[in-house]
């Protein structure tokens, strides 16, 4: 089975960045869809960035485009989630999720889910 095991998260002011992992189960698996989505109190857990391990083609919600960057560190077996520019709104916690196939973006389609880890932006 898929194991996802997130790192990176914590608490930075407004226009700081951070850096999140997600290790996968020793290796990247090819003909996967791996992705970072968040949730916040109040709200639904809603994708943030997706990429395609064979594929490539990284995809990002309208929110973080041109702050937020996903790549696959292959050599490190890890999904990685550059985060710069933070803004308050992107406080929530953010999940590593894979699925076999095709990229989505519900949150339905991911069967693969990392327990979290906490990002917190203060004003």
């Known amino acids: 089975q898929v194991q996802l095991v997130e790192s990176g998260g914590g608490s930075v002011q407004a226009g700081g960045s951070l850096k999140l992992s997600c290790a996968a189960s020793?290796?990247?698996?090819?003909?996967?869809?791996m992705g970072w989505f968040r949730q916040a109190p109040g709200k639904e857990r809603e994708g943030v960035a997706i990429i395609h391990t064979d594929v490539g083609s990284p995809a990002y919600a309208d929110s973080v485009k041109g702050r937020f960057t996903i790549s696959l560190d292959r050599a490190k077996n890890t999904l990685n989630l550059q985060m710069n520019s933070l803004k308050p709104e992107d406080t929530a916690r953010f999940y590593c999720?894979?699925?076999?196939?095709?990229?989505?973006?519900?949150?339905?389609?991911?069967?693969?889910w990392g327990q979290g880890t906490q990002v917190t932006v203060s004003s």
């Open positions: 020793g290796y990247i698996r090819s003909r996967y869809c």
């Open positions: 999720a894979a699925k076999f196939g095709s990229c989505t973006w519900s949150r339905y389609d991911y069967n693969y």
